[in-house]
């Protein structure tokens, strides 16, 4: 009898990743073993260009996200809005994002994801362009806009970080992780300025949502022609297989993972058990919450804190002072790079001497966050450069938890549940979270100016005191991942065993 070929893979479980060039072994006896298909160009090449694909998805997606924030005082003005009418806007986009984001992790575990981001880059370009000939008539069908918008932006951010997941080992999949979480800042605070300034040079504010479609558009392109059609998964007997050298059979289908298929009500009921899963949940829930109220209202609570101190006129005209989203933009996108970076490197260095240091790091960071937003907002009736530089550090800190949050998610969820974890997460962070803190912001703030006189002085009141909440959810966020430093071995070793 023959023995079998140095490389065969009589597991069933890889598959190639490339066609390309072939190469023989031989076996012990002497006899040529079939060639196996190996990389033409290199992987870290293809691997890099699928990143960048990727992130450059992922800023347009979040310029998309804030273009409403930036412009905010025109819209409200256009639309004839109260803060918490105005408030509603960001919730109902927050609502359909998070409902359709469990519905995309379900597709995502099962089906070819380059399809499923695609559709959604071309879905949420074209609703947003449509919504930029929305007249002042039609609220209600701006309203719904944004909520489409919301579902087709869903489909990207659920899916494209388990497309790097499965691309990067653990010891990378950080430093990728918080290069990819970078351009959330930086597409949020270029959301902000591109909006205000569309709005300031073309005089109407319809021009901020001509722009990212053109982008989108770019983005769709890129995707075709340099993201393979197939990103193969890894489970736990994959890594371990191509540490060894082995290679799958050529005649296995790609994307496909061979390991017991369970439910998604099964994935769910895991997952709930999952404490650390669970508690860094709850924990970006409220970073969420914070971060939601912050974009949506901080411009125009700057603006009126600034009337207040006599530092600009009311306005009255149909396009208003737009200073404030770009100096908000240009702080979220440099305290966002700034924060995402130190937090990456901070996880990286600290992980060596303790296992508990990711929670550790994201619990830390939020109290520092809360304690910088809540005196920016008490310091911000007398002092504007101080508030502008709390607001500063309180940025900063609740940016080095993003890519940080995920990558606990990342090693505390078996492979498999991947997709649908992150869709979860998706969904009770942005209920609980961003989906209501700026309807609720606004909504503090009408009921504080109803028991007022009405004033510009009581305008400005009602916003600072609505924005204390956010301090305390901060403390309460905090709290969340100290408790998820007491599970995060345990469930740890439970994900790789799995």
């Known amino acids: 009898m023959q023995p079998p070929c140095e490389h065969e893979d009589t597991s069933l479980l890889l598959q190639p990743l490339f066609e390309g060039q072939s190469y023989g072994g031989a076996a012990a006896d002497g006899t040529e073993c079939p060639s196996v298909a190996v990389p033409r160009n290199s992987p870290a090449k293809r691997d890099c260009l699928v990143v960048a694909v990727l992130c450059f998805g992922n800023l347009i997606n979040f310029i998309d996200w804030f273009i409403v924030p930036g412009i905010l005082l025109d819209i409200q003005q256009y639309f004839g809005l109260s803060d918490g009418k105005t408030g509603l806007l960001q919730t109902v986009f927050t609502l359909c994002y998070m409902l359709a984001a469990p519905i995309f992790g ?31 008539s039609h609220y209600r069908i701006f309203v719904l806009s944004r909520g489409l918008v919301g579902i087709g932006s869903a489909s990207y951010s659920t899916i494209a970080p388990t497309i790097i997941a499965d691309l990067f080992e653990e010891g990378k999949r950080t430093t990728v992780l918080s290069i990819f979480y970078i351009f959330i800042p930086v597409g949020s605070g270029c959301g902000y300025m591109l909006a205000a300034g569309m709005a300031k040079s073309t005089g109407d504010w319809h021009w901020a949502f001509r722009v990212t479609p053109c982008m989108g558009g770019l983005a769709l392109l890129l995707l075709i022609l340099l993201v393979p059609h197939r990103i193969q998964r890894k489970t736990a007997a994959h ?55 912050l974009g949506m209202w901080m411009p125009l609570f700057l603006y ?11 306005c009255l005209q149909d396009s208003c002072n737009s ?60 002092n504007i450069l101080s508030t502008f530089i709390f607001i ?54 009408n009921a504080i100016q109803a028991r007022n006189v009405p004033s510009l002085q009581w305008s400005f009141r009602s916003m600072q005191y609505s924005f204390v909440t956010c301090a305390f959810v901060g403390v309460f966020g905090g709290g969340f991942f100290l408790l998820t430093s007491f599970y995060i071995e345990e469930d740890r070793k439970e994900a790789q065993r799995l």
């Open 106 to 136: 379900y597709l995502g575990d099962r089906y070819n994801r380059k399809i499923i981001l695609g559709a959604g880059i071309f879905f949420w370009s074209g609703v947003t362009l449509g919504s930029s000939f929305i007249t002042q």
């Open 392 to 445: 500063a550090f309180g940025e900063l800190f609740l940016s080095v938890n993003w890519a940080v949050v995920t990558d606990i998610l990342l090693y505390v969820v078996a492979p498999r549940r991947q997709s649908t974890a992150i869709a979860l997460q998706i969904l009770v962070s942005h209920l609980l979270g961003d989906a209501g803190s700026p309807y609720l912001i606004g909504a503090i703030s």
């Open 239 to 293: 890594r371990a297989l191509s540490i060894s050298g082995m290679i799958g059979r050529a005649d296995e289908k790609p994307d496909v993972y061979r390991t017991t298929r369970t439910s998604w009500c099964q994935d769910v009921v895991s997952l709930v058990k999952n404490c650390s899963f669970v508690c860094s949940s709850l924990g970006q829930t409220a970073m969420a919450f914070v971060t939601g109220a």
């Open 323 to 382: 200073s404030n989203s770009l100096i908000f933009g240009g702080i979220t996108i440099g305290t966002g790079i700034l924060g995402i970076i130190a937090g990456a490197e901070a996880a990286r260095r600290l992980r060596k001497i303790n296992n508990k240091a990711d929670p550790l790091i994201c619990a830390t960071s939020m109290f520092i966050s809360a304690l910088c937003l809540y005196t920016a907002l008490m310091v911000a009736q007398t």
């Open 304 to 314: 009126r804190a600034q009337v207040v101190q006599g530092l600009v006129p009311p």
